[in-house]
Structures are given as structure tokens and as C-alpha cells.
């Protein structure tokens, strides 16, 4: 069983026990509900900022603990005003130590998109995201069908969410591509064994059709590999763990915008 196995195994427990504690109804009472999100694609192409989405990742299955000394509204604030064009924020707690109510502290003090990052398997996620504050929400090929892909997208776009899908492979964009998504991920982490290459972006950046925005996913390190993603039509970059397992996560961006 690969670890991905093992994170959607625990999420469908998870989902079903959720949804006999809150009530969909209760989702829809929440402030958030009626908020109309932040558009991803306006902020990532926005000339100002700098195309970081800059996560917020306590811990991993890959790492372990990266750092769980800092305070969620810090860091992100810290992010925002460094020039993140988004925020990135784990809510699944068993494997990350993230917490839904993580999305709706940086909420609060923040006025950039905000990704839920989450193992999204079910519909009423897709409620949950919008009731904590979030402003787009992750489907990742890997654990969804094409038609699952299609209803989630859908579910989202009803509610004004924007749609980051996430693949490793060709095979997987091509069997995955829809119109509700509006931007396309490419992660250079391999889910089931944890190897990390950007050439993984490099390789399929031709094959995404240009009306989505072309996103490149983790083991970014430095600025130079930013510039030839750039040059590569990649106008996302999540970035976690780079600025997350130093102790002060913000100085660790504001040192890294000064390279762009
Ligand atoms: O990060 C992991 O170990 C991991 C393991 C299993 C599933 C997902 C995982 N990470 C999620 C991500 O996609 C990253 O948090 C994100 O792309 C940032 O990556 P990084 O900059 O390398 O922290």
C-alpha cells in the first residue's frame, strides 16, 4: 500500500465522520459562505506579485516535522507582503499536522487567494473549503477518476472556488483535462516513492493547453530554476518546505524574492 493509498484510506474515514457532525446546512450558515472568492488566475497573472504560492506545511510524510514552532497568521502574513500571489494551507491533520481551522486564521488576516490543500475525495470537502474561507481547492489526478475529476471541478465552480488540478504524469493530464479547471499543477514529487525532479515540470509544460495556468509543484529551491520555468510558460510556483524548515519562514521568502 503507498502512502497515497494510506492518505485517502484515512480521508474517506474522515469525510464520513464529518458529515455526521456538520451538517451540510451547517457549512452553508458559515460567514465564509456568501464571501465571493479571490480569483487564483487574476493573482498568479497579476504583474505585481511574484507567481510564489507559499505554503504553510508543519510537517510531511516525506520530511516529517518541517517546523511547527510558527503561527499560521505570521507566516502567511509574512508571505503575502513578500509578494506570494497565493497562499498554500494544509488542512489535513493526520499526515501534515494541518487543521481546517488553519485556512480560516490566514483568512482573517489575509487578502490573497488561498489554496485548502487537502486530499479532495468527496463533494462535501468542496463545502468545507468554502465555509473555512478558502479560495481554491486541489484535485489530484493520481486519486480521482476523470468523471470524479468533472463533478468536483463543477462543485467548485458552482461556488465560485477556483480549480488547481495536480498531476505527475502525461497520462494523467491527458485522461484528466476539463474546462472547470483553471490551472494545471505539475508536481515534481513523485507521490508513491517521494523522488523529487523539476524536469518533471520541464517535460510536461508543452502538453498543457494554454487557457490554464501552468503550475510547477514542490522541491523548488532557488530563483534560477523560477527564471527557466518562467521561460517554460510556468506562471505558478508552490513552494513549502524552501521556506517552511527555516525558523523564520518569512525572512526565508523576502531573502528569496530578492533573487527574481
Ligand atoms: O510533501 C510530501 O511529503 C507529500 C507526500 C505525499 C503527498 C503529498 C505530499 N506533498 C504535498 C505537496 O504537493 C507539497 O506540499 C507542495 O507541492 C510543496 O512542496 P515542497 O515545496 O517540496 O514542500
Known amino acids: 500500500m503507498t502512502i497515497l493509498d494510506k492518505i485517502v484510506e484515512q480521508k474517506k474515514k474522515e469525510v464520513a465522520a464529518a458529515k455526521q457532525l456538520v451538517s451540510i446546512a451547517e457549512l452553508e450558515a458559515s460567514p465564509y459562505f456568501d464571501r465571493t472568492p479571490h480569483s487564483f488566475k487574476d493573482f498568479l497573472l497579476a504583474p505585481d506579485r511574484t ?3 507559499a505554503e504553510f506545511k508543519r510537517r510531511s ?13 505570521d507566516v502567511t502574513q509574512a508571505y ?18 494541518g487543521a481546517q481551522k488553519d ?8 487578502n490573497i487567494p488561498i489554496l485548502r490543500k487537502d486530499f479532495m ?10 465555509a473555512i474561507g478558502a479560495d481554491v481547492i486541489l484535485l489530484i489526478a493520481a486519486i480521482l477518476t476523470p468523471a470524479e475529476i468533472k463533478h468536483l471541478a463543477a462543485a467548485a465552480k458552482s461556488h ?3 480549480v488547481l488540478l495536480e498531476v505527475h504524469n502525461l497520462e494523467e493530464l491527458e485522461r484528466s483535462i476539463d474546462s472547470n479547471l483553471d ?5 515534481n514529487r513523485n507521490l508513491a516513492d517521494f523522488t523529487v525532479s523539476v524536469e518533471n515540470s520541464f517535460k510536461l509544460a508543452e502538453h498543457i493547453p494554454d487557457e490554464f495556468i501552468k503550475i510547477s509543484e514542490s522541491a523548488i ?23 517552511m524548515r527555516q525558523a523564520d519562514p518569512g525572512a526565508a521568502i523576502r531573502e528569496f524574492v530578492k533573487g527574481l
Open 121 to 130: 475525495i468527496d463533494e462535501y470537502q468542496v463545502l468545507e473549503a468554502k
Open 221 to 243: 529551491s532557488n530563483t534560477k530554476v523560477i527564471k527557466e520555468l518562467k521561460e517554460a510558460g510556468f506562471r505558478g510556483f508552490l513552494i513549502g518546505e524552501n521556506f
Open 80 to 97: 503575502a507582503t513578500a509578494g506570494a500571489s497565493a497562499l498554500s494551507v494544509l488542512t489535513d491533520e493526520q499526515f501534515f499536522g
Open 183 to 187: 490551472a494545471i499543477g505539475v508536481n
Open 61 to 73: 510524510p516525506s520530511k516529517g516535522i518541517i517546523n511547527d514552532k510558527v503561527l499560521v497568521e
Open 160 to 162: 465560485g472556488l477556483s
Open 103 to 110: 485556512v480560516t486564521a490566514a483568512r482573517k488576516v489575509n
Open 51 to 53: 507567481g510564489i504560492i
